[in-house]
């Protein structure tokens, strides 16, 4: 053991982050802006790699935040910065920035925000007004927590806002209809003006969760549930381990894992994975066997159904009304193992950081616990007694010095709040 206490990411509260962004857009930009709104990172609790296949995820948003201060413009220029680039600020013309790869290619982070107004214009709101923008962000990047999806959401509220759109409502009281064609806008903006070909549910979570509760989102047809999940009030947190583990979706991994379900979909003659029922997976694995990659399509395919299930089964069990604990709380865990397992054997979207940080994890008494996100990197969660959460967090750290990785950082995940505007 050591005496090193484990790093914990706090996140900043609505006041300091509204703060911060108001004081960074009048030093660089000499106004006061229209407002400032913010957008939250996320965490899966279950339901990995399922959303692209018209499946079941359980996310929560996070406590920790991108908070954008926004000044509407009367021209089409689109100016940002963040306390990284106070240098050099990006400035762009919404009439000529375009998708990756396009002569109109917009770099980094100011894709996520001025690609929402671009995508915005695609998908029928013409003709949007420019604007200019200070971030200041506390959810960790490239952590696999949504760093990019609450960068884009918070753009969306804020436009929504003063273009008068009339999708988002308030976070107190939101338009879920409205927000839910956000969320289109912000997939959009991921997948065309950044190249990362991931599904919606990042952005689902940031514009649709609630405080308090886990979002079941059925990606078939964008239906939400909110289910329950004040752990602290059952005695039990989770924890998130960020492994500090490269983490990217637009390296060509998540498109191969994206593409074979594909394949598997149409050798299997059916729209989406989703579509094979559980019952149903060992005729459809049978008829996967014969094709040329048959290995890799059999393994991807089975993640996916017996995720959806596993996501079906723990939406269930947190819904029946009885406290997590006991059997109860036994099962979860079980299915949130589980849950690893697929993603590590079948999915192989894992890697070392990860397995060692679940494995640590269960060892010092977690009830479970998973890689969270797109995996590769990134970050896992662990479900645990509210008072084990420091000792949990340093046995995972104490795990990786013995395996020379980089120390990880610890985040306590609260279900909150989703994007609005703070002030
Ligand atoms: C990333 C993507 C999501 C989802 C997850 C895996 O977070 O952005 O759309 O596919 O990976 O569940």
Redesign the pocket.
């Given at each position: 053991m050591t005496n090193d206490a484990p790093v914990f990411a706090p996140a900043l509260s609505p006041k300091e982050g509204s703060e911060a962004a108001t004081a960074l857009f009048r030093e660089v930009f000499e106004a006061e802006p229209d407002g400032v709104w913010y957008a939250p990172g996320r965490v899966?609790v279950i339901?990995?790699?399922?959303?692209?296949n018209g499946g079941l995820?359980l996310p929560i948003a996070l406590p920790h935040r991108a908070h954008l201060a926004l000044r509407r413009r009367e021209d089409r220029v689109v100016r940002l910065v963040s306390p990284q680039t106070r240098e050099k600020v990006d400035v762009m013309d919404l009439d000529t920035i375009g998708p990756k790869g396009t002569p109109g290619e917009v770099e980094h982070w100011a894709s996520y925000i001025a690609g929402v107004a671009w995508s915005l214009e695609r998908d029928g709101f013409e003709n949007l007004p420019g604007f200019d923008a200070a971030l200041v962000s506390c959810v960790p990047l490239g952590g696999?927590l949504?760093s990019s999806?609450a960068l884009e959401c918070s753009a969306a509220v804020a436009i929504d806002e003063v273009a008068h759109l009339g999708l988002a409502g308030t976070a107190q009281e939101p338009d879920d209809t409205g927000r839910a064609r956000l969320v289109t806008s912000c997939v959009r903006t991921?997948n065309e003006m950044a190249g990362?070909p991931?599904?919606?549910?990042?952005q689902s979570a940031s514009l649709r969760c609630r405080e308090g509760h886990a979002l079941e989102l059925d990606c078939r047809d964008g239906s939400v549930t909110h289910v329950p999940f004040d752990l602290a009030a059952e005695g039990l947190a989770l924890l998130v381990i960020d492994t500090k583990a490269k983490h990217s979706?637009d390296d060509g991994q998540?498109g191969a894992r994206r593409a074979a379900c594909e394949r598997a979909a149409e050798i299997l003659g059916v729209e989406l994975l989703a579509d094979i029922a559980i019952e149903d997976l060992p005729g459809a694995l049978e008829r996967l066997s014969g094709a040329d990659d048959a290995d890799e399509l059999v393994k991807r395919t089975r993640h996916v159904v017996t995720e959806i299930d596993r996501t079906r089964r723990l939406v269930s069990l947190l819904q029946d009304g009885r406290p997590l604990r006991g059997e109860k709380l036994a099962e979860a865990g079980r299915l949130m193992d589980a849950s690893h397992e697929s993603l590590r054997v079948d999915y192989e979207c894992t890697c070392p950081e990860l397995d060692v940080a679940v494995e640590a994890a269960r060892a010092a008494g977690a009830h479970g616990a998973r890689m969270t996100?797109?995996?590769f990197g990134g970050s896992a969660i662990a479900l645990v007694d509210a008072d084990a959460v420091h000792a949990v967090a340093a046995a995972v750290a104490d795990a990786y010095r013995r395996e020379g990785f980089n120390p990880p950082a610890f985040l306590d995940a609260v279900p909150a709040a989703p994007a609005g505007r703070l002030v």
């Amino acid at each position: 053991m050591t005496n090193d206490a484990p790093v914990f990411a706090p996140a900043l509260s609505p006041k300091e982050g509204s703060e911060a962004a108001t004081a960074l857009f009048r030093e660089v930009f000499e106004a006061e802006p229209d407002g400032v709104w913010y957008a939250p990172g996320r965490v899966n609790v279950i339901g990995e790699h399922t959303d692209y296949n018209g499946g079941l995820a359980l996310p929560i948003a996070l406590p920790h935040r991108a908070h954008l201060a926004l000044r509407r413009r009367e021209d089409r220029v689109v100016r940002l910065v963040s306390p990284q680039t106070r240098e050099k600020v990006d400035v762009m013309d919404l009439d000529t920035i375009g998708p990756k790869g396009t002569p109109g290619e917009v770099e980094h982070w100011a894709s996520y925000i001025a690609g929402v107004a671009w995508s915005l214009e695609r998908d029928g709101f013409e003709n949007l007004p420019g604007f200019d923008a200070a971030l200041v962000s506390c959810v960790p990047l490239g952590g696999g927590l949504s760093s990019s999806a609450a960068l884009e959401c918070s753009a969306a509220v804020a436009i929504d806002e003063v273009a008068h759109l009339g999708l988002a409502g308030t976070a107190q009281e939101p338009d879920d209809t409205g927000r839910a064609r956000l969320v289109t806008s912000c997939v959009r903006t991921e997948n065309e003006m950044a190249g990362a070909p991931t599904g919606g549910m990042d952005q689902s979570a940031s514009l649709r969760c609630r405080e308090g509760h886990a979002l079941e989102l059925d990606c078939r047809d964008g239906s939400v549930t909110h289910v329950p999940f004040d752990l602290a009030a059952e005695g039990l947190a989770l924890l998130v381990i960020d492994t500090k583990a490269k983490h990217s979706l637009d390296d060509g991994q998540y498109g191969a894992r994206r593409a074979a379900c594909e394949r598997a979909a149409e050798i299997l003659g059916v729209e989406l994975l989703a579509d094979i029922a559980i019952e149903d997976l060992p005729g459809a694995l049978e008829r996967l066997s014969g094709a040329d990659d048959a290995d890799e399509l059999v393994k991807r395919t089975r993640h996916v159904v017996t995720e959806i299930d596993r996501t079906r089964r723990l939406v269930s069990l947190l819904q029946d009304g009885r406290p997590l604990r006991g059997e109860k709380l036994a099962e979860a865990g079980r299915l949130m193992d589980a849950s690893h397992e697929s993603l590590r054997v079948d999915y192989e979207c894992t890697c070392p950081e990860l397995d060692v940080a679940v494995e640590a994890a269960r060892a010092a008494g977690a009830h479970g616990a998973r890689m969270t996100g797109g995996g590769f990197g990134g970050s896992a969660i662990a479900l645990v007694d509210a008072d084990a959460v420091h000792a949990v967090a340093a046995a995972v750290a104490d795990a990786y010095r013995r395996e020379g990785f980089n120390p990880p950082a610890f985040l306590d995940a609260v279900p909150a709040a989703p994007a609005g505007r703070l002030v």
